[in-house]
């Protein structure tokens, strides 16, 4: 029987196979203008059992449906720290579009796709200014793979020079990838505690002729310039390592700083995060990097070199780590980057960073007081407070859930791992001071809720398409495909 | 700047707020001597028309593959993408997203990854799913690592030589500073040469790689070299470039892979000069617990309504750190709809058929080249919609001739594969009309078209 | 927070009930209470020869992972089966059917460094 229970603004959707019917379809294929011939028997399989049977209206309806559940930048404010949700302009979705893009073939000659090649010969030139590296890679497809491709190359170039070194310095506010792409390279990890900066004290404590890189990212997770950098390279360097940032927080230095000639060897760029391109619900992201004069033999192979004859593939890389994926690198996200940079000049991209720590620098200054605030130092791109303090046993979670029923996305919470439940918020540039303020408004009317009436954060969400969800049954029986 | 929406005022009051005289105050944290002193050296800022202008000039100096007679395949492939695809990932609530961090206001992206987990455990036959790794190439790296992690003290991976190249070069980057020995199994007529697996085949061998259909586009015979795999208890992987083949030919888990890992661009994706695409990667219910990447789970919320969440997240990098089985964060979520949506408007019917035309058109074309004279098929056995052919002359000025015509052949064979002389990779799909295949095979032969 | 009397227990929050030479094995009130909902446990194999101080086993939550230690030396003569398929067992009975494995203990006199609920209570509070 119909109800009104799920209808209205928020639709509820069965799923693709639920909603199947035989003999339904959706697609349109030429006739066969050959001899319709078809393999061996023994080797053709049965028709793909359950699989769905749609007309295109149903198709349509569903993921117009299931979008309206999803909260996206485009939706509102999304202040996930560590992300750099900025706005994705619409301009670069064009672009990666163009058929000249969108349509062609990576094997095809290179004659054949020279404006491609000089637009990544151009992004890796851009990339090289802004961060201040001579020589960049754009083939890794996240910042992760970024990671793993730069903690390849120092690897190699230490065994090039006969050194066999077994250990990586982290500090115990980076993201999680740092030390598995560091294990990844067979490296083992070692954890050096950090009073919200790093100390040269501490690195120099750890640092051995065993250590054949330290992974720092700058600004740290806590938003918080690494004020000692320059020296703890020095140190590093003298004990023959090489030192890695994590250019996840690269939106903060844009004009400012440039890793590259602070000491760093080798940094990866998440487009995905400073350059606009789009999140896309997880992915694709891309993740370039940047590396040192000294490590450019070591590079992924091919990247792109301009000779006298136009831009080519250079495979010819006796030294280079290989590859680490099919082709040439996230094509079509490196065009929406490029588009981004000639949108914004250098000096705009440098206005961006100005604009992205005085949003983060203004919320600080609106919600310190009402949520205890760790770090007292200055901190650049996001500030991120901790859930002491809270009255009435109301923890991050449900600030954060509460922050849902006000329509907005939730920051990142319970990281950095080094403050006791931690709220991390990051604004970025692309929000105007009204959005803010509604932000911190919203914020500081759940302060107020979590004295007086604490029941609204622990219920919460109350407004969205599902209230809390058992994650404990999720992960105890996993159920992760539909079964019938 | 349009996409900065501060005014002077704007500024001011914030300043005032935080309390500092002006903006570059906010970054007196940053030592003098970490601060550049000069302004980027980068062009001026392009207003979106000449951003366009300039943007479509680049773009002009690329041959649309739609602008010539296509037969590159080789790992990327030319299929027709439906308008429905472009129009409903561009909802920007989809693609403004970030991983599904916060499943209230996720449920969108969130059933759309359990809808393609299950897509992909039906195509493949298989039990579980992830949410995508990267690409094809990437995923069989990962493969090959949890083989290696699921098979405790064994050390060696065996990789087909008929493994796409790039796929192999990929694993090779992985495994470079692990303890994993890579070993090669040669092809014999475009296949596996099972001979020489047997002899290769240990109690240390964790895994074997074979492509299905493998990088000449030849099907391999999985339930045979999965029986021999087996009885050393290894793995079988297997990898797929081409998963359209998958809707015509027997799925790999019914023939015993253990893990089915692939690149799903075939599935809507455009080709964007090689990227991005989506790796997808599905294993046993036993080895569930050691895959990588992000994995979606069905649950209730608290009034009994169903949902949907990331689950066995322990798994992941930013819980386990150095000890977790990937360093993956992202997945491939923008690709995931595409092939969603793709593989949900075809459907049981519609990609059969799609793949049956493949086939035919692709066996159409391999007829007409063989009947050429100093021409012949390199391969004996069953294939897709890919065949290599052996060429009377070096396939490099072979396909420079075609070029000229606005024919792109194949794929040469000469720099991985320099035992098979004059070797030419040739795809043909549904993007090939009778016509186009007709002046290939007229100008194979010699003549113009 | 419950400590029962008649245990034994370690820092790393397990408990340990000696019956003769067996040693039956549980994590404690206070580390299932810090871990929450408990979702996943790996226990050894029965025969397996675990070494005090080595990884015995894994409990998981839902977002973390907390590895298990062996408190003692000994061989696993009997695993608790059913708790691979009702890990919550662990937060709802941790020291009766939450019991992971039981030892043959291989040396009597490394009882003598385990803690007994006093000391174990004092280590709890102030840690």
């Known amino acids: ?484 | 700047m349009r996409y900065l929406p501060h005014t002077d005022v704007d500024v001011q009051q914030m300043l005032d707020t935080i309390g500092v005289s002006c903006v570059d105050e906010l970054f007196s944290w940053v030592p003098e001597e970490c601060r550049l002193k000069r302004p980027l050296d980068l062009p001026a800022a392009k207003s979106e028309a000449e951003l366009l202008a300039f943007l479509g000039g680049l773009a002009k100096q690329n041959t649309a593959i739609s602008a010539c007679d296509s037969f590159l395949g080789g790992g990327a492939y030319n299929h027709f993408i439906p308008a429905v695809i472009d129009q409903l990932v561009s909802r920007s609530e989809f693609y403004t997203a970030y991983t599904p961090y916060q499943p209230e206001i996720s449920q969108g992206t969130l059933q759309a990854i359990f809808e393609f987990q299950t897509l992909i455990c039906q195509l493949t036959g298989m039990d579980v799913a992830n949410a995508s790794m990267y690409d094809g190439a990437s995923a069989c790296a990962e493969a090959v690592l949890l083989t290696v992690r699921a098979g405790k003290k064994r050390h060696k991976v065996l990789l087909s030589q008929a493994l796409p190249p790039q796929y192999r070069q990929t694993v090779a980057t992985y495994c470079r500073y692990l303890d994993v020995e890579l070993i090669n199994i040669p092809q014999l007529d475009g296949v596996t040469d099972q001979t020489e697996l047997k002899t290769l085949l240990d109690d240390q061998v964790a895994a074997v790689v074979v492509g299905y259909p493998n990088y000449f586009g030849q099907i391999e015979d999985l339930a045979n070299i999965g029986e021999l795999t087996h009885a050393v208890g290894a793995r079988l992987v297997a990898a797929v470039t081409e998963p359209l083949a998958l809707a015509l030919f027997k799925s790999p888990g019914d023939l015993g892979a253990d893990v089915v890992v692939g690149e799903g661009q075939s599935f809507g994706i455009p080709l964007s000069y090689g990227g991005p695409g989506i790796g997808f990667f599905a294993v046993r219910k036993k080895d569930m617990r050691v895959l990588p990447g992000r994995l979606v789970g069905e649950t209730v919320d608290q009034d009994g309504k169903r949902g949907f969440v990331l689950t066995l997240a322990t798994r992941e990098q930013h819980i386990r750190r150095e000890k977790a089985t990937s360093n993956i964060c992202s997945n491939q979520g923008m690709c995931i709809l595409m092939v969603s949506i793709y593989l949900a408007l075809h459907g049981k019917q519609g990609l059969r058929k799609l793949a049956e035309v493949n086939y035919a058109k692709a066996a159409y074309a391999r007829d007409k080249i063989r009947q050429l004279d100093g021409f012949s098929v390199a391969f004996a056995g069953a294939s897709f919609n890919e065949f290599v052919v052996t060429c009377p002359e070096p396939v490099v000025t072979l396909k420079q001739r075609l070029e000229q015509q606005g024919i792109l052949a194949g794929v040469d064979l000469a720099q991985d594969y320099a035992d098979l002389e004059n070797g030419l990779l040739i795809c043909v799909t549904e993007q090939n009309s009778r016509e186009q295949i007709d002046r290939l095979v007229i100008a194979l032969a010699g003549g113009e078209v | 927070m419950d400590f029962p009397e008649e245990l034994k227990y370690t820092e790393e929050h397990e408990w340990i009930m000696i019956e003769g030479d067996i040693a039956t094995i549980g994590i404690t009130d206070f580390a299932q209470e810090q871990l929450g909902d408990i979702v996943f446990v790996e226990l050894p194999e029965v025969g397996d020869i675990l070494e005090a101080g080595k990884n015995l086993g894994v409990v998981e939550s839902v977002k973390a992972v907390s590895d298990v230690y062996a408190p003692l030396s000994g061989e696993v003569v009997e695993i608790n089966e059913e708790l691979p398929d009702e890990p919550e067992t662990l937060n709802n009975s941790p020291y009766e059917s939450g019991w992971m494995i039981k030892i043959k203990v291989a040396d009597s006199a490394a009882l003598d460094n385990l803690l007994d609920v006093a000391a174990y209570q004092e280590f709890v509070e102030t840690d």
């Not at chain 1, 209205?8 to 199947?20: A, P």
């Not at chain 1, 690195?203 to 600004?219: F, I, S």
């Not at chain 1, 600080?364 to 007081?369: K, N, S």
């Open chain 1, 1 to 484: 029987m119909i109800t009104t229970e799920g209808r209205g603004l928020i639709l509820d959707e069965k799923l693709l196979f639920e909603q199947s019917q035989v003999g339904r379809v959706g697609y349109s294929i030429a006739a066969l203008d050959v001899p319709d011939v078809t393999p061996d028997r023994s080797l053709v399989r049965e028709e793909i059992a359950d699989f769905p049977e749609l007309s295109e209206v149903d198709v349509v309806r569903h993921y117009t449906r299931l979008s309206t559940w999803n909260y996206g930048v485009d939706t509102g404010f999304y202040p996930l720290g560590s992300c750099t949700m900025k706005y994705n302009p619409k301009v670069n979705e064009v672009a990666a579009r163009l058929s000249g893009f969108a349509d062609i073939h990576p094997l095809a000659p290179e004659s054949f796709n020279q404006g491609a090649l000089e637009l990544m010969y151009n992004l890796q030139r851009d990339l090289g200014e802004i961060s201040g590296f001579p020589a960049i890679t754009l083939q890794p497809a996240a910042g992760a793979h970024g990671e793993f491709a730069g903690m390849l190359m120092i690897r190699t170039w230490h065994e090039s020079k006969g050194q066999k070194r077994n250990k990586v310095i982290i500090p115990d506010t980076a993201h999680g990838t740092n030390p598995a792409s560091a294990a990844l390279c067979g490296y083992e990890v070692i954890t050096v505690a950090s009073d919200g900066i790093l100390s040269k004290e501490a690195v120099a404590a750890v640092m051995d002729d065993d250590v054949a890189a330290l992974m720092v990212t700058n600004p740290n997770t806590l938003g918080l310039f690494e004020a000692d950098i320059r020296e703890i390279c020095d140190l590093v360097h003298e004990r023959g390592g090489l030192v890695y940032s994590d250019g996840a927080n690269l939106n903060a230095l844009m004009g400012i700083s440039r890793p590259g000639d602070i000491g760093i060897d080798v940094m990866h760029f998440n487009l995905h995060k400073t350059f606009s391109t789009p999140h896309g619900g997880g992915g694709p992201g891309s993740g370039p990097v940047g590396v040192v004069e000294k490590l450019q033999p070591f590079l992924p192979v091919p990247f792109v070199v301009k000779g006298d004859d136009g831009y080519k593939l250079e495979y010819d890389c006796p030294e280079s780590i290989g590859r680490l994926k099919s082709f040439y690198g996230h094509f079509a996200i490196l065009v929406r980057a490029y588009s981004y940079i000639l949108s914004m000049g250098g000096e705009g991209l440098n206005r961006a960073t100005e604009l992205a720590v005085l949003n983060a620098n203004y919320i600080r200054a609106r919600l310190e007081g009402a949520y205890d605030l760790p770090n007292q130092q200055r901190s650049l791109h996001d500030v991120v407070f901790s859930e002491d303090g809270l009255p009435n046993d109301c923890h991050t979670l449900d600030v954060a859930k509460r922050l849902i029923d006000y329509g907005y996305h939730p920051p990142t919470i319970y990281f950095p791992l080094v403050v006791h439940g931690a709220l991390m918020i990051e604004p970025t540039e692309t929000e105007s001071k009204q959005t803010i303020d509604e932000f911190c408004d919203a914020m500081l009317a759940i302060a107020e809720e979590a004295k007086n009436s604490p029941e609204l954060l622990k219920q919460a969400p109350v407004r969205a398409k599902v209230k809390r969800l058992d994650e404990a049954t999720a992960a105890r029986k996993p159920k992760l495909r539909w079964n019938g």
